[in-house]
């Protein structure tokens, strides 16, 4: 017991060092440079700011184009959100029904769901098909196109880990007099917990930082994304690197927070996997 | 949040509506064509670019007009510069969802945009009559005449720190054996001779776009015959430039950070002296109007030297603002009040305090400011000296999109010029078969 | 285009059920749950993408076609940095998916083992994933510049060669797979860890009980029961690898030259050159290419799973 608890801190505190170097330095750097004076900032040294100005920058890049970055990140948040809800529910149903029965959809399903994987999205005929639908250029369009991009991932995902789920609950549960949709509801999805908050959080870090969908598909300045804003800013920025670096900071911030809120979740759901196994 | 989903489906209805309504009163439409609309307009803009020049200038212009016309307001878009920005462009237009105005490129970027079928004929305006014929040429077809200048025209050739020049005694090269010669110098001194910045890639063309008007001078009908598939850049007289490029690496005679070097940080190097020569268009004298405005006059402009000594200046011609056929009724009326306003002389002084004046401007009614940066005089002395040829994009369809991957190899000495001219030839036979030109 | 059978039949493989059921077997699992996902991808997906499968077959500038036939297929295989692009293709992909799997497995074993700091080791890895692309060849392109970036002042404060890392030719494809794969071991390392923690823990408490070492245990409990993650990170990251463009075009656009060039990302030049046919029909390609290795690889991969 003793030489295992060494070895749980000697492991861990290898692998603190490590991740330190390899993710927070790099994390740091961008604190840094969005600290400092545009000259500082614009040579790249991995050095404490000389004076540091980070509120000043925060401010003035909050305010920049009459503050698109709020907008964009409360446009991204509004997308993020309906899209993976969408997602979940369809790919959940979706993975859950393949991976349990053999169907005649089931194998135009799995094309869709490969083919999804590999072919990019053909974007003229695209906004032909939205422009029919009369969504092109409104964020529910660009929900739908999200959502649709998004199920490929989720269900492969979702089919690979339904088969933890012991096919004794289903029967036990039909007996019990549950019909498909409450079998589904209450029974299989929430032990499918830790995929659905894995499919969560990949899911929302894919559209949150998604750049050519909505560049396409969701044009004007007044529905403008986060990525989008960080992209037309990168443009406009060149000479002000602080900035620049201060405006990644603040639209990777909602991820952050999102995931550090949701980390526990991963975590009690993985391991509420565990005990359910 | 739902709420503000909610709320588009709704004004999305009212849209629908409305455009119903439109298509009732088409005469209406054409009526306030005349120009007699009291309603209030909102029309929107796309600038060209998103890089801070491009956004200051048509933020300006927004505001200046709405100022004249208060019934009118004017929604400023950006779009991603370079070849994303063509891309966008074309996407926007062929899905009809274009802005009501849009800046755009002129010459065979606009030429691919389909004019023709997408944009609005401006032949008809009262200032049509007033561009210069370079101009005209830039922005028609066949039918019809399709864009405003929006700019200037501008220069290729090599911006110089004239102080530098000055300090070492050196004059202005005809041939590019001085060239050569000068830059040893100036290197000799401690000083960057050559700035070379593949940090944007697109900054590698310049020794062969900007060599142009040197190849048409020896041969007139070059592009001509390399639109036919006749005239090559392996073979000389085009292939100076490529040759060039290849000089400029071989005898180590620019920077040493060439690979990551981005042109607003060059021009900063130009504009302090710590660089000598730049070969650049000087379109982009605005970067330093914006960075360092005391330094804007310590530069110079001099057209590309030539082996031959008689160097010509190769002249882009001014880009142009244009109406897509999307923009009807009320709007359309709108962008063409815009669009006249933008050359009329409160809008030809925008364009000199917030765009750029890089050289003589393309319509009689703006004039180029008493003000404007130091190489703009250089440029006009090459004008009236007769010693200028059009850029390429002018007067041939064909450009090979790999053209600045296949300069930063030969000028980084990954390939050899002859090597990279031929894979360019290759390259613009691509183009060539992709366009459906006739003997490709 | 014909995964679907053979994928089909490997779905029969894992037996629905041995005894017959009554007809209440078709309402437990019913297949309109399948709708929502059919209706979404045939109307933003299939139309799309069939009709563009057309447009492959002519000369398309956006405005208007003409029906050439094969000739955008004979011109995208005559394009002269196909082969180069081929290889780095292939190259880039093997790498990337490699690491990912051997890493993110690796870390996920580490993260579920008893150690000190999991929590916030769980929350840093995931790090790089959260950023976006264009931040992140924002702020490689900092890091790793050659002159200024902190990684080269290190190297060369202890006397290492300082290399220039999306500049030299020889390095740049590699210097991107390492960026690639330091955004994306975070995602491999959540499945990885969904997967082991999804092992029943009466199997380990067996093993321990008649005397298994750790070492046996991961070899016969943990690598093959979290075999379902494997094949889903494997899958994901090599198709992921060959259509990779992303991180590519965000640092060196294919370059210096085309020295970091993949298939992918010679395609999007051509979409970008406003050859909407060729780079239509390059997708094509570059959509069977991908089939022919996934198709065989993931039927191999799937026959095997362990049914837990």
Request: hydrophobic share 50%.
């Amino acid at each position: 017991m003793k030489a295992e608890r060494r070895r749980a801190w000697v492991v861990g505190v290898i692998a603190i060092l490590v991740s330190v170097a390899v993710f927070l330095v790099p994390f740091l750097f961008v604190v840094l440079q969005a600290a400092k004076s545009p000259a500082e900032a614009s040579d790249f040294s991995f050095s404490w700011p000389a004076k540091w100005q980070f509120a000043q920058n925060l401010s003035t890049t909050l305010a920049a184009s009459d503050g698109v970055l709020v907008r964009a990140l409360v446009n991204s948040v509004v997308l993020t959100v309906c899209s993976v809800t969408a997602m979940v529910l369809i790919s959940a149903m979706a993975g859950y029904v393949l991976a349990r029965k053999q169907s005649r959809w089931a194998p135009l399903v799995n094309f869709f769901v490969l083919a999804g994987l590999i072919v990019p999205p053909a974007v003229v005929p695209t906004i032909w098909v939205l422009q029919k639908l009369q969504l092109f250029g409104t964020m529910p369009g660009m929900i739908l196109i999200e959502t649709t991009f998004g199920l490929s991932f989720s269900i492969l995902l979702f089919r690979a880990f339904v088969n933890s789920v012991p096919r004794e609950l289903d029967e036990a549960a039909v007996l019990d007099g549950a019909g498909p949709i409450r079998l589904f509801a209450q029974v299989v999805l929430p032990l499918l917990r830790p995929v659905v908050v894995t499919v969560i959080v990949v899911q929302s870090v894919f559209v949150f930082n998604d750049f050519a969908l909505p560049l396409y598909f969701l044009p004007g300045s007044d529905q403008v994304t986060a990525q989008l804003a960080l992209y037309t800013f990168y443009g406009q920025s060149l000479s002000f690197y602080n900035l620049l670096f201060m405006a990644i900071l603040i639209i990777t911030i909602p991820p952050l927070i999102a995931y550090i809120f949701f980390n526990r979740q991963i975590i009690s759901g993985i391991t509420s996997g565990a005990v359910k196994g | 949040m739902f709420r503000s989903v909610a709320s588009r489906r709704v004004s999305f209805a009212i849209r629908g509506i409305a455009l119903m309504s439109l298509a009732l009163t088409v005469n209406g439409g054409a009526r306030s064509l005349a120009g007699v609309t009291a309603n209030p307009v909102t029309i929107s803009l796309l600038a060209g670019g998103n890089d801070p020049a491009a956004l200051k200038f048509a933020t300006d212009l927004a505001a200046a007009f709405t100022k004249a016309n208060p019934e009118i307001t004017v929604k400023v878009n950006t779009r991603p510069g370079g070849t994303d920005g063509d891309n966008l462009v074309k996407t926007r237009l062929a899905t009809r969802t274009m802005d009501d105005v849009f800046f755009y490129n002129s010459g065979s970027l606009m030429q691919a945009l389909n004019p023709d079928s997408q944009l609005v004929d401006l032949s008809g305006q009262p200032w049509a009559k007033l561009l210069t014929r370079d101009f005209k040429q830039a922005v028609s077809t066949s039918k019809g005449m399709y864009g405003a200048p929006s700019s200037s025209t501008f220069n290729g050739g090599i911006m110089y720190n004239k102080k530098v020049y000055a300090k070492l005694g050196l004059q202005v090269p005809t041939t590019w054996v001085q060239f050569i010669s000068n830059s040893q110098k100036i290197k000799a001194a401690g000083i960057i001779p050559v700035l070379v910045s593949y940090g944007d890639t697109w900054t590698s063309q310049l020794f062969v776009l900007a060599d142009f008007a040197n190849v048409s001078r020896q041969v007139p009908n070059w592009s001509t015959m390399y639109t036919s598939n006749k005239a090559k850049y392996s073979n000389a007289p085009a292939l100076a430039g490529f040759t060039h490029t290849a000089e400029v690496f071989n005898k180590q005679l620019m920077n040493k950070d060439y690979a990551t070097l981005t042109f607003v940080n060059a021009l900063k190097l130009l504009a302090t002296g710590q660089a000598a020569q730049y070969p650049m268009i000087t379109a982009i004298i605005s970067n330093v109007v914006q960075a360092n405005p005391a330094q804007v006059n310590d530069i110079g402009y001099f057209a590309m030297p030539t082996d031959s000594g008689t160097p010509r200046a190769t002249v882009w011609a001014a880009n142009g603002a244009y109406i897509p056929k999307s923009s009807t009724g009320d709007k359309l009326a709108a962008a063409l009040k815009f669009v006249a306003f933008l050359n009329s002389p409160a809008g030809c002084g925008i364009q000199a305090t917030s765009g750029t004046v890089a050289g003589p401007f393309a319509i009689s009614t703006c004039k180029v400011p008493a003000d404007a940066p130091a190489l703009v005089a250089d440029e006009l002395k090459y004008q009236a000296a007769g010693q200028t040829g059009l850029a390429l994009e002018f007067v041939s369809p064909i450009k090979g999109p790999n053209l600045e991957k296949i300069l930063v190899q030969v000028g980084s000495g990954i390939s050899t010029a002859q090597a990279g001219a031929a894979l360019y030839d290759q390259d613009v036979t691509q183009q060539a078969q992709q366009l459906g030109l006739p003997g490709w | 285009m014909s995964p679907a059978p053979e994928l089909a039949a490997h779905e029969a493989v894992t037996p629905v059920t041995h005894r017959p059921r009554k007809t209440r077997t078709w309402s437990t699992y019913p297949t309109w749950f399948f709708v929502p996902t059919i209706m979404l991808y045939v109307v933003f997906f299939a139309l799309p993408t069939f009709s563009s499968f057309y447009f492959s077959l002519t000369r398309w500038s956006l405005f208007s076609s003409t029906f050439i036939g094969f000739g955008n297929y004979a011109q995208f295989f005559h394009n002269p940095q196909l082969y180069t692009a081929f290889t780095h293709t292939l190259i880039y992909a093997v790498i990337t998916s490699g690491a990912k799997v051997v890493l993110g497995f690796l870390i996920a074993l580490l993260l579920t083992s008893p150690i000190i700091g999991r929590g916030y080791l769980r929350a840093v890895v995931f790090f790089p994933v959260l950023l976006s692309t264009i931040g992140v060849g924002i702020l490689f392109k900092s890091l790793l510049d050659p002159f200024h970036g902190i990684v080269n002042f290190l190297l060369g404060s202890v006397g290492l060669p300082q290399p220039g890392w999306f500049t030299d030719p020889n390095l740049a494809l590699y210097s991107i797979a390492g960026v690639d794969i330091w955004k994306g071991v975070g995602i491999a390392t959540l499945i990885f860890m969904a997967g082991i923690v999804a092992i029943p823990g009466e199997y380990f408490e067996a093993a321990r009980i008649d005397g298994a070492t750790s070492r046996q245990m991961l070899r016969h409990i943990t690598v093959p029961l979290a075999r379902g993650a494997t094949v889903t990170v494997i899958i994901l990251s090599l198709i992921g690898g060959l259509r990779s463009f992303d991180i590519i075009w965000a640092t060196t656009g294919g370059g210096p030259g085309f020295t970091s060039d993949v298939l992918a990302s010679v395609i999007y030049k051509q979409y970008q050159a406003g050859f909407y046919g060729l780079s239509t029909a390059g997708n094509v390609v570059l959509f069977l290419l991908v089939t022919a290795i996934m198709v065989p690889l993931s039927y191999v991969l799937n026959r095997n799973q362990v049914d837990l």
